[in-house]
């Protein structure tokens, strides 16, 4: 698989998203079989791998450590910090003060098996510490080695710049997809600026633009598409018309419409790594082939006119979460 920088960091072209293995998306996947499609992505070229804290909590860091401790110095795992875990608390309760940040990157090594943590993002701005704080705390965590880049999660184009004149931003991770396309307006053109890497989460549009769900489709308890206006039958049937615009390009093209969606990122611009997740290894394997695909301008402007018939109904978020976005 080919390779890509975000800010001077090399990463295989696509990572893998990890999340989906023990949060988010219903009761936890099999410890060993998580194990083992961890492993055979790492066989199948990719050297990307993202998790946080609080995405079990703990539990997806202790996972993603133990699969991939064989693969020392051959991988790059990338981790959050920036909530508070424990009773009583949700994704709403934000920590990212100084102390806090070093104490999150201590228990992080430990989960994760490893001497420095490869990308350290903050998983949302917090509005109550200046953002030169956060920064300033990576910045002595890379100098004592116990991290090696910068990232943050979500962040507004204004937090990016003053972020990144305090430590250099290696990469943002926020959503961006063929249904999701907020950051055309303002990050993309910082991050090219600025020489900073996006890594979409969410490429695939949750799972809703590889055509597998419909309005009939029964999320298991737990599975947090179940809050997301956007995945409201109604929104989901109104929705379908971007899934089935996709679907006729991706078959011209005699590729799947995942493929499609993630060729398409690759597409834009060099800088991007989208981190598709998934439990299923033939899933894997039809998300690593995108990296492969090659599109021509033609492709793009029939999939950039195609998407564009389309409005897409749904906030991606309650509203109460949107507004931990864009800071």
Not at 4 to 24: A, D, P, Q, T
Not at 107 to 126: C, E, G, W
Request: aromatic share 8%; proline share 6%.
């Amino acid at each position: 698989m080919q390779r890509r920088k975000l800010g001077n960091l090399e990463v295989s072209s696509l990572g893998l998203g990890c999340m989906g293995l023990s949060f988010g998306y219903g009761p936890a996947a099999d410890r060993k079989e998580s194990i083992t499609l961890i492993r055979a992505a790492v066989e199948r070229g990719i050297t990307f791998f993202d998790t946080a804290e609080i995405y079990g909590p703990f539990t997806n860091e202790e996972l993603v450590g133990e699969a991939l401790e064989p693969f020392k110095g051959q991988v790059v795992i990338a981790t959050k910090f920036g909530g508070q875990i424990g009773p009583g608390k949700g994704p709403m309760d934000l920590d990212s003060r100084p102390e806090h940040i070093k104490e999150v990157a201590e228990a992080s090594l430990k989960r994760l098996r490893v001497d420095s943590i490869d990308l350290f993002y903050q998983h949302r701005v917090d509005p109550n510490v200046p953002i030169e704080d956060v920064a300033g705390a990576v910045k002595e965590l890379i100098g004592e080695g116990k991290v090696k880049h910068f990232g943050l999660s979500e962040a507004g184009a204004r937090t990016i710049r003053r972020a990144h004149a305090v430590q250099p931003v290696a990469a943002v991770q926020s959503e961006y997809s063929l249904w999701y396309r907020a950051l055309e307006q303002e990050v993309l053109p910082t991050l090219e600026e600025l020489g900073i890497g996006l890594v979409p989460f969410g490429p695939l549009g949750k799972g809703f633009l590889t055509g597998a769900i419909d309005d009939s489709t029964q999320f298991a308890p737990g599975d947090f598409r179940n809050i997301l206006p956007r995945f409201t039958p109604d929104a989901r049937k109104a929705n379908r018309a971007l899934v089935d615009a996709i679907a006729a390009i991706a078959a011209r093209l005699h590729v799947t419409s995942a493929q499609l969606a993630l060729a398409w990122l690759l597409a834009k611009k060099p800088w991007i790594v989208p981190i598709p997740g998934t439990r299923k290894l033939e899933r894997l394997v039809e998300n690593a082939g995108a990296a492969a695909i090659t599109l021509t301008r033609k492709d793009l402007e029939a999939i950039d006119a195609a998407a564009g018939q389309v409005a897409v109904q749904g906030a991606r978020y309650p509203e109460p979460f949107e507004k931990l976005t864009g800071r």
